[in-house]
């Protein structure tokens, strides 16, 4: 399995940055999709999640009404839209995919299959 996370860069605050996981090696259809981040010296931490079938969303209250997840199927691919970005959103994020829940995966973050990070540094 291969969980493939790209669009990570350098943005100012304010701006936006889309992060995309292309997933393969296995289906996941009754998978929940997600993404975590971990800042320089602090614990991991849920960010958001969707299942496959992208009917259910959850966010943590740190994102929630500026980063939307959304899935293609087709593509197998997970996004990430990430706008009125802050300082404090600067981590590597990393997608994840678990057998589960939006909201198990959320609380619990043990998880199936980790993809690599993807660094996003947002500047004041």
């Known amino acids: 399995v291969q969980l493939q996370a790209s669009g990570g860069g350098l943005v100012q605050a304010g701006g936006s940055l889309r992060l995309s996981c292309a997933a393969s090696?296995?289906?996941?259809?009754?998978?929940?999709m997600g993404w975590f981040r971990q800042a320089p010296r602090k614990e991991r931490e849920f960010v958001a999640a969707?299942?496959?079938?992208?009917?259910?969303?959850y966010y943590s209250d740190s994102v929630k009404g500026r980063f939307t997840i959304s899935i293609d199927n087709p593509k197998n691919t997970v996004y990430l839209q990430m706008n009125s970005l802050k300082p404090e959103d600067t981590a590597v994020y990393h997608c994840?995919?678990?057998?589960?829940?939006?909201?198990?995966?959320?609380?619990?973050?043990?998880?199936?299959?980790w993809g690599q990070g993807t660094l996003v540094t947002v500047s004041s």
């Open positions: 994840a995919a678990d057998r589960s829940t939006v909201r198990r995966m959320a609380e619990t973050g043990s998880i199936d299959y």
């Open positions: 969707i299942t496959w079938s992208g009917l259910t969303t």
């Open positions: 090696g296995r289906t996941f259809h009754n998978y929940a």
